[in-house]
């Protein structure tokens, strides 16, 4: 009996480790540092977040073209840019699916809707998906806020754009907003991870 | 707050079967398929309605596949779970397919569809917004994303943020269905 308390133990104990490793392989936590990238702009420059001298952080959103929910959440990215960009806090959007399999998520298709919807702000294209994996990206669209501390990108804020996705009108929680305030206040986000329904990343 | 949509033009006797089958009827009544095009019950639930699906205490597995007509590798994996409904129906597997369309959209895109595909599975559609509330809820493993499916019985439950096959997906419900 002792022995089958003994293994009972040492299976929660190896299930409990399990988990552990395996989400701290699973992309940023609060707080980590974030890793710059170099990556394609529909205008076929590179861009890199310390190409920014002058913000104070970014908000990037990993999103696409053909995802429903991206698309719902397109005219709510421009107006985050708009707000924020002159505040220190430009949108970076990021295309991490692989156009081979995700129909409409091709580099051309990403510079016509990009144009198409005047995008504002960057559409990067993470060719080869090295970049989103390392944030921990699992759908579109997600969010990363990352704040800069000396010369660290911290995250700051993980998950969605509002409470509602099916409904610009009817949101009463706009969680990257808030985010983005608190930061800009000095302030922590009280809010800093939230779950939303996305599309799977296309790998 | 449960809304209960209900596109109806012809006989209720239809409407009234849930998940238990009379498909075997339905089958062989294939060539009115015009009635079936006109008749399907959709339930749009928020949270309180999907626990309930997610919290039966009965003798039966339920497999619970969060999916949307838009969703690709949703839409590739759907012949999986209706086989295996099929399959195992009568070894009380019950199959729920929760759409995450919006639910503007129920008339102009799900309910083609599940016309189109024959869908056997009850589909219930899921138009609670307040997602970063009930997604946890289901599973603190679930980042979102989907397909996601939930299989469970009243002593055992596993969440799998992940597209299945036909034999994967057996392999997990086998593992289920042993422990009854």
Redesign the interface.
Known sequence: MKTLKLSLVLIAFATITAFTLKNTSEGYKIGDTATDFSLKNIDNKMVSLADYDNAKGFIVIFTCNH??YSV?YEDRIIDLDKKYKSKGYPVIAINPNNPAI??GDDFVSMQQRAKDKGFTFPYLFDDGQKIFPQYGA??TPHVFLLKKENNDLKVAYI??ID?????AT?VTEK?VENAVDALLEGKKPAIDY?????????K | MIKNLTILLLALTFTCCKSEPKSSTTESKKPVKEISTTNIDIEIIDYNGLEAILTKNDDKTYIINFWATWCKPCVEELPAFEKLYETYKDKHVVLVLVSLDFPNQLESRVLPFIEKNHLKGKVVLMGDPDQNTWIPKVSSEWSGAIPATVIYTKNKRKFYEQSFDYSTLETELTKFLKTN
């Open positions: 995802c429903p719902a995700s129909k699992t759908r998950g969605a409470n509602n996705s099916h409904d009817a969680y939230t779950k939303a329904i996305g599309c799977s990343i296309k």
